[in-house]
């Protein structure tokens, strides 16, 4: 078969155009909304049984033309199966976040632009944000797969159903075909213990569900107290306070972890997939000793990880650079990245990890590349640059409805913005609307308030801006894959030397760091 799609009169998308099961594949544009062209060489029954859609003959084969829908989708993972995802291992990688479906194309670009050695994850959504964005994990999973086959994307992808909190949200994800599991124990996380004195530490310790842990606090307390772990450059002394301290913050984590963790082996029942554990919404910062009790129980208890999102000294506050002393934190990405490679290796895990411009340098050479990057909501302020310069008084009434939310809808994440410094709508002009999204406030208040954005009520029988702000995305895929494009290189270079085990030339590798 050669190119035969292409000389029908389709307006075919050309970098979707593939062979594969024995047919032509492309996504077709012309009359509104995407379509999915099918060209086989006889009428493959099978293949078109799979398939949605109507069928003609055409150049001496049969032409099925059909939506972008469930099924269709499903069908071409099975076709086309690297658009299937799979577990990535301990590639250096990257979590783009796409909340309202329309930037894996943009991304897609992005990992390319960057060299291509960054291990993607397109299809990726907390739970959360799934809710508050109304979409199902598989029009998550479906949106990525469009994505990458429109852009002929042909590398292993991930799937990351993050921030899952309940067995629940587990078989949710699992059903649509997520490989990628983001646990997230924050809500059995204890904070106090950073602040209880030692006999109040002490009593709580005693108070742990200690037959869910498989042990008993004296068999713990023989494991740790008085021992001192080396750890590459580190000595990791455990004296009673830094024990029972570690048991109370994070006891009741691990042990639901691990119960989590058990739920999807039984869940999963030999499909592959990896897991990643994540305490980064928690108050207080995750110490080197207590990243290295935590990563030895869950061991102890049976679980395997790819992935650790400690709580990082200072801010990763949503969509703006680190704040906080970078040396400080480049001390304690050192340390818990000797952690990360002693216990497993696994990866280290950089949550709220978008626009921290700073931080990736750091990251990349202390960790060696044994990192993932995950970014969510940075790809919705880049749909609202696009918008901004498309549209501007649209993006104005946007930016003053979400200054009216910005208090609400603050609650849930961690943002220091303010209304009194983010710029007056009324005081910004057209041309300089854009600018709003390189103001930290305005920026901050943009990104938490999406939720309400997308899902605010219907006025003159209109949802009052998701639709609007839909179909300037959809008519002007060009400009928003662009504003992607170049902001996610800007992410994804500086991890780029050191992705694929590699080493930049001049650069000292941490010791022990090789990865086989
Ligand atoms: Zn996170």
Avoid at 71 to 87: E, G
Avoid at 125 to 134: C, D, G, K, L, V
Avoid at 388 to 399: D, H, K, Q, V, W
Avoid at 455 to 473: I, K, Q, S, T
């Amino acid at each position: 078969m050669h190119a035969r799609l292409s000389s029908l009169n389709l307006d075919v998308q050309r970098s979707s155009l593939t062979e594969a099961a024995e047919a032509e594949w492309a996504l077709v544009r012309g009359g509104g909304a995407a379509r999915l062209a099918v060209l086989t060489r006889s009428a493959d029954a099978r293949l078109l049984g799979e398939l949605e859609g109507e069928t003609s003959s055409a150049a001496g084969g049969t032409l099925l033309l059909g939506p972008t829908s469930p099924r269709n989708a499903a069908a071409l993972r099975r076709a086309l199966p690297w658009l299937a995802p799979r577990p990535l291992g301990l590639a250096t990688s990257a979590g783009l976040g796409d909340r309202l479906g329309l930037a894996t194309p943009g991304h897609v670009r992005a990992v390319r632009a960057a060299g291509g050695r960054i291990a993607p994850i397109f299809a990726q959504q907390s739970i959360r944000e799934m809710s508050r964005t109304a979409r199902t994990p598989l029009e998550v999973m479906d949106a990525a797969t469009w994505g990458a086959f429109q852009e002929g994307w042909r590398d292993p992808v991930g799937a990351d159903a993050d921030h899952l909190k309940t067995p629940a949200d587990i078989d949710a994800c699992a059903a649509a075909g997520f490989c990628f599991f983001t646990i997230d124990p924050s809500e059995h996380v204890d904070p106090r213990a950073d602040s209880l004195s030692l006999p109040a530490l002490r009593e709580a310790f005693g108070a742990l569900p200690w037959p869910s842990f498989g042990d008993s606090a004296d068999g713990l307390t023989r494991r740790y107290l008085g021992r001192t772990f080396p750890v590459e450059h580190l000595q990791i002394p455990f004296d009673e306070a830094t024990l029972v301290r570690a048991g109370v913050k994070y006891g009741r984590a691990v042990v639901h972890v691990a119960a989590m963790y058990q739920h999807l082996v039984r869940t999963m029942a030999g499909r592959p997939f990896e897991l990643e554990v994540s305490v980064d919404e928690t108050e207080t910062p995750t110490s080197p000793a207590e990243h290295f009790w935590v990563a030895s129980e869950l061991k102890r208890l049976g679980v395997s990880w790819v992935s650790l999102a400690p709580r990082f000294v200072g801010r990763f506050e949503k969509g703006v650079d680190y704040i906080g002393n970078l040396a400080e934190l480049e001390t304690a990405i050192a340390a818990h990245a000797a952690v990360a490679r002693h216990c497993g290796p696994y990866k280290l895990s950089l949550h709220s990890g978008s626009d921290k411009f700073g931080v990736y340098p750091i990251a990349a050479r202390l960790t060696a590349g044994l990192v993932h990057l995950k970014t969510a909501g940075t790809s919705y302020l880049e749909a609202l640059r696009t918008v901004a310069a498309l549209a501007p008084s649209f993006f104005r009434s946007i930016y003053e409805f979400a200054r009216g939310r910005y208090e609400t809808d603050r609650a849930s994440y961690h943002v220091s913005a303010s209304l009194a410094r983010a710029p007056r709508p009324e005081a910004v002009g057209d041309a300089a609307l854009a600018g709003l999204l390189e103001q930290f406030d305005a920026r901050e208040i943009l990104h938490v308030t999406f939720g309400s954005v997308l899902r605010e009520g219907v006025v003159d029988g209109r949802p009052r801006f998701y639709a609007e702000l839909m179909g300037l995305l959809r008519s002007n895929p060009e400009a928003y894959a662009a504003n992607l494009e170049s902001h996610f290189r800007r992410h994804l270079e500086p991890f780029v030397p050191w992705a694929a085990g590699g080493v930049p030339s001049g650069a000292t590798v941490p010791a022990r760091a090789g990865r086989d």
